[in-house]
């Protein structure tokens, strides 16, 4: 057996960090005591870790938020994706990490393990599919396995399907395997498989408050970074497109930010009533699209809403200043009605938050749509706001990083069609999917572009409305 030195996971009991200890080889690692229980420790500090990445990159390419800072990137709001990217790099990284621990753990230290549980199988089975996801749903294609050939986003979603079944057998804990079905249904949602997203969607709206979410250990190193970004950094790193103002923060601090890490949801029960929706729709079923919905407000507004005092957040970054601070209206675009309540005045008192889901979207809103693509607009604007901060607008617009550099340059199954960004030709660019004006008069404000609207104009493109 190899002599190498376990490096990934050692010292991660707690969630702590990474340490090289030459005195304990994969030899010794595999022969204590559970082996596997301290790697699956390792795979959740792992994907806490990808999420951050996916998270802080992911938005800052769509519309939900501006990088009004110095940290992060300085062009992935433009938006401007090139394979020499240091970002874009770091982000497959992460997940190539998730995926390769994973492997690992299923391979080589789960048989070893004689007393290893159907439930520690279950989830290394679904830390390689979630791998495989994130990478169908965020690159043009990645690798399914180090240095191999560069599978495309769609293979890479079948991978995912396959390792979720796996995980979905395995699995005895029954929110695993409703978070499990949730993931296949929304890699079947991408992929635009209608009939099978639908099924298994269907099947989960029973339980309105499911929530499956990862959490952070900031004691131990691994903080959640997009609340660091928009919510304890004195900096106010990102500022949200100003319609979406009343959604910031999704993850706050109280007392001391680093014993007050919010965990991130990686799927809940709204995303089953989403798909449902957009099939519906698909199928030119307006009327259940619609009670759908309706539904679906009734799940979010169960959902908790914390209060808190936001008042530090002077939106004071140094891309722009002219973000407004006080209750202003808001349009979606200057051919939209403006409307009120998105934007919050934080010095006026405590602001609510909506820890797992919120939206704006009303029943009268619902009940006026008669159309397709009113309710596909609705449809739109519910995943933006209900997923927000979570990492999947970027993917919503059609937009897909390429393959690093680097893996190009350590990898010769890098074929060059994978070193090219897709940035759909509807996607504005020079920073267009971020802007608004605010007239000097009112301060009212008037967002650049409605990319809901925009989605839906563009249905018929094979970049986005998966079922269309």
């Not at 891309?319 to 403006?338: H, M």
């Not at 820890?355 to 309710?375: L, N, P, R, W, Y």
């Not at 990319?451 to 493109?461: E, F, L």
Request: charged share 20%.
């Amino acid at each position: 057996m190899k002599s190498k030195i376990i490096t990934a996971v050692l010292s991660v009991m707690l969630l702590g960090a990474c340490v090289d200890n030459p005195n304990v080889t994969e030899d010794i690692y595999l022969n204590t005591p559970d082996p596997t229980k301290s790697w699956v420790k390792g795979l959740e500090r792992q994907l806490a870790i990808t999420m951050n990445s996916v998270l802080i990159n992911t938005e800052m390419v769509s519309d939900n938020y501006f990088n009004n800072y110095t940290l992060y990137s300085k062009v992935f709001d433009i938006p401007q994706i090139d394979y020499t990217d240091i970002d874009v790099n770091d982000l497959q990284q992460e997940i190539g990490r998730l995926r390769e621990m994973a492997t690992y753990g299923l391979e080589t230290v789960a048989v070893a393990d004689e007393n290893v549980s159907q439930e520690n199988i279950a989830y290394m089975h679904f830390c390689k599919g979630f791998a495989f996801l994130l990478g169908g749903e965020n690159f043009v294609g990645l690798p399914m396995e180090s240095l191999g050939a560069v599978s495309d986003w769609k293979t890479l979603l079948n991978g995912a399907i396959e390792e979720f079944e796996d995980a979905i057998d395995m699995a005895t804990d029954a929110n695993h395997i409703n978070a499990f079905k949730m993931f296949q249904a929304r890699t079947y949602y991408r992929l635009g498989d209608l009939t099978n997203a639908k099924n298994i969607a269907e099947s989960l709206t029973a339980d309105e408050s499911f929530l499956f979410t990862i959490g952070f250990d900031g004691e131990n190193g691994v903080v959640n970074e997009m609340q660091n970004a928009t919510f304890t950094s004195m900096q106010n790193r990102f500022a949200p497109l100003p319609r979406l103002d009343y959604l910031d923060p999704k993850y706050y601090d109280q007392g001391t930010a680093v014993s007050d890490q919010k965990p991130i949801s990686l799927a809940k029960a709204e995303e089953a009533f989403l798909i449902l929706m957009e099939a519906y729709l698909a199928e030119n079923n307006v009327a259940s699209a619609k009670a759908t919905a309706l539904d679906l407000l009734d799940v979010v507004a169960a959902r908790p809403v914390a209060q808190i005092d936001d008042s530090r957040e002077l939106r004071n970054g140094t891309n722009r200043t002219d973000y407004p601070l006080t209750a202003v209206a808001v349009r979606a675009d200057a051919d939209s009605e403006f409307e009120n309540d998105l934007v919050l005045d934080r010095q006026a008192g405590f602001i609510p938050v909506y820890t797992v889901s919120g939206t704006k979207v009303t029943i009268e809103d619902i009940e006026a749509a008669s159309s397709v693509d009113e309710m596909l607009y609705l449809t739109y604007l519910l995943r933006q706001e209900i997923f927000i901060s979570e990492g999947r607008r970027m993917n919503d617009l059609g937009i897909r990083f390429p393959v690093s550099q680097t893996e190009q340059l350590n990898n010769p199954n890098v074929d060059e069609s994978f070193t090219q960004a897709v940035i759909p030709s509807f996607i504005p660019l020079n920073s267009g999917l971020d802007d608004f004006t605010v007239d000097e008069t009112t301060g009212n404000v008037t967002v650049a572009f409605d990319m809901n609207k925009v989605i839906v104009n563009n249905k018929a493109t094979a970049d986005v409305v998966p079922f269309q």
